[in-house]
């Protein structure tokens, strides 16, 4: 079956550094788009970063230069490396997987906390 498995969330202090990670299984990893997405509490989903299947990056205004989306193919595995986090970062964070051939379709994952506070 398909599964996105996210961790890596936690508790972190601001200006500290946390590494998220989410392992997939059940698709073909290397021929999906790939990308991060967060939901504070009380507010709605919103984008994060994205990385194509060759590895072009696009991230959210909030997070750019802060953050840095990455994958590895040949561990089905894509990446958030968050650093300087505020807590305004404070949010659970989801993967998405998007295939746009032959069909458009789209996989989440159940999202791992992230709560950024002294």
């Known amino acids: 079956q398909v599964q996105l498995v996210e961790s890596g969330g936690g508790l972190v202090q601001p200006g500290g550094s946390l590494r998220l990670s989410c392992v997939c299984s059940g698709f073909t990893f290397s021929s999906y788009t790939m990308g991060w997405y967060r939901q504070a509490p009380g507010g709605q989903r919103e984008f994060v970063a994205v990385?194509?299947?060759?590895?072009?990056?696009t991230y959210a205004n909030s997070v750019k230069g802060r953050f840095t989306i990455s994958r590895d193919n040949a561990k089905n595995t894509v990446y958030l490396q968050m650093n300087s986090l505020k807590p305004e970062d404070t949010a659970v964070y989801f993967c998405?997987?998007?295939?746009?051939?032959?069909?458009?379709?789209?996989?989440w994952g159940q999202g791992t906390r992230v709560t950024v506070s002294s």
């Open positions: 990385i194509s299947r060759v590895g072009y990056t």
């Open positions: 998405k997987g998007t295939a746009t051939q032959p069909r458009e379709y789209a996989y």
